[in-house]
């Protein structure tokens, strides 16, 4: 079945410093969301990229979805305490309705 | 719209009891996923419904569990008899064709 596998696992960062969480499909996908959970709470969507090579920004994030549909990526720039949590991507088969397929997720702590 | 409604939050049985979690979708939504999260195997997909009817449930652990649909408000997952490696998160999420809405989630402990 689809896999979609998700990097690093866990990153801790300071505040002010760069981050960037990577995810790779087995199977080319038709789309891909991203999602961020804080401690304690539920996921929440964040974005959702369609296109070939597509780049989207939401402020600090920004988010790319891979020329071949298999991989995409989510970096955020300076980071803040607020964007502790942890980030999943969730991947859906190109043929016909397809559920979610959501990677393990990378768990982002930042130290002030 | 309150968003997805889970109930209980938090639930605490002992081995070989049942357990039914509740949830209550966003209205006008055709899909319900059901959701398990652990540590150890992140978020999995249990079962997922369109339209009250169940479509893929694949991902139930085994004859355990089982959930239903009985309307497009309401859904129940049941683990009879619970065990503890059933200790877990479980979400309740519904769709309409884009993003999922999570719940809250009900918190499983088994003891």
């Known amino acids: 079945g689809q896999q979609v596998m998700q990097i690093p696992q866990y990153q801790h960062v300071q505040e002010g410093e760069d981050f960037t969480t990577y995810c790779n499909s087995s199977t080319t996908l038709s789309n891909i969301q991203w999602y961020k959970q804080r401690p304690g709470g539920h996921p929440v969507f964040l974005i959702q990229l369609v296109k070939s090579g597509e780049v989207k920004k939401q402020k600090r994030l920004t988010f790319q979805f891979g020329e071949a549909k298999k991989n995409s990526s989510l970096h955020i720039t300076a980071t803040q305490t607020t964007d502790v949590g942890t980030y999943f991507c969730a991947g859906r088969r190109v043929s016909g309705y397809s559920t979610l397929t959501f990677g393990k997720g990378t768990m982002l702590l930042v130290s002030p | 719209d309150a968003g997805v409604i889970q109930s209980p939050r938090h639930e605490v049985t002992e081995m070989g009891q049942e357990v039914t979690l509740r949830c209550k979708p966003i209205s006008g939504h055709d899909y319900l996923f059901w959701y398990r999260q652990t540590m150890m195997r992140g978020l999995e997909l249990l079962i997922y419904?369109?339209?009250?009817?169940?479509?893929?449930d694949s991902g139930m652990p085994e004859d355990r569990f089982s959930a239903k649909m009985p309307n497009a408000s309401f859904s129940t997952l049941k683990i009879q008899p619970s065990e503890p490696r059933d200790s877990a998160v479980y979400f309740c999420?519904?769709?309409?064709?884009?993003?999922?809405?999570f719940g809250q989630g009900t918190r499983l402990t088994v003891v």
């Open positions: 419904f369109n339209n009250n009817v169940p479509i893929d």
């Open positions: 999420a519904s769709s309409l064709l884009r993003e999922a809405f």
